[in-house]
T-cell receptor, first 111, second 114 residues
Framework: GENVEQHPSTLSVQEGDSAVIKCTYS??????FPWYKQELGKRPQLIID?????GEKKDQRIAVTLNKTAKHFSLHITETQPEDSAVYFC??????????FGKGTRLHILP | DSGVTQTPKHLITATGQRVTLRCSPR?????VYWYQQSLDQGLQFLIQ???????AKGNILERFSAQQFPDLHSELNLSSLELGDSALYFC?????????????FGPGTRLTVL
């Protein structure tokens, strides 16, 4: 089945700097790659997604890039702010039409 | 607020007991998913229902079962509880249950097994 690896597990960046979180997957048939953000004590929420026919997608300070050949995709957050502190999960669709989540990255924005 | 509701918010029980977690999807959503999130763990997919029928199964233990009712609300039943079942249980819903649907998560039920 699909295997999703997410790195790093913890990331600390200075406020204003950029943060990058990377995920790799195993099944070349995967076509949909969402990212969810979970603030402390809250529910996960979709922040951006990308489909396999697109290499990059941007929404204000957040962007996602996809390399289908290498089977990896990344979340980029620019000009980080305190409210970006959260756990971020990548996810991938599998052949059974399920979404498989990575183990998450805890992002700390340092003042 | 995602529109997905879960009850109860917290549940404390003893080993060996049985509990039922309840989820109501967003209005118009036909599919419901259940996830388990343990401390410092990701979201482990348990099971998915679509319009009352089981659609996909993940790493759900045999001690756990679920169903989706005609009014589309869903219940997750956990029996013979063990200490390791302590976790946050999330329900999510989506419109049609395909993988490319956005999943909207409920606030979760925190289960503590003592």
């Amino acid at each position: 089945g699909e295997n999703v690896e997410q790195h790093p597990s913890t990331l600390s960046v200075q406020e204003g700097d950029s943060a990058v979180i990377k995920c790799t997957y195993s099944d070349s048939a995967s076509n949909y790659f969402p990212w969810y953000k979970q603030e402390l004590g809250k529910r996960p929420q979709l922040i951006i997604d990308i489909r396999s026919n697109v290499g990059e997608k941007k929404d204000q300070r957040i962007a996602v890039t996809l390399n289908k050949t290498a089977k990896h995709f990344s979340l980029h957050i620019t000009e980080t702010q305190p409210e970006d502190s959260a756990v971020y999960f990548c996810a991938v669709d599998d052949r059974d039409d399920k979404i498989i989540f990575g183990k998450g990255t805890r992002l700390h924005i340092l003042p | 607020d995602s529109g997905v509701t879960q009850t109860p918010k917290h549940l404390i029980t003893a080993t060996g007991q049985r509990v039922t977690l309840r989820c109501s999807p967003r209005s118009g959503d036909l599919s419901v998913y259940w996830y388990q999130q343990s401390l410092d763990q990701g979201l482990q997919f348990l099971i998915q229902y679509y319009n009352g029928e089981e659609r996909a199964k993940g790493n759900i233990l045999e001690r756990f079962s679920a169903q989706q009712f005609p009014d589309l609300h869903s219940e997750l039943n956990l029996s013979s509880l063990e200490l390791g079942d302590s976790a946050l249980y999330f329900c999510a819903s989506s419109v049609s249950g395909v993988s490319t649907d956005t999943q909207y998560f409920g606030p979760g039920t925190r289960l503590t097994v003592l």
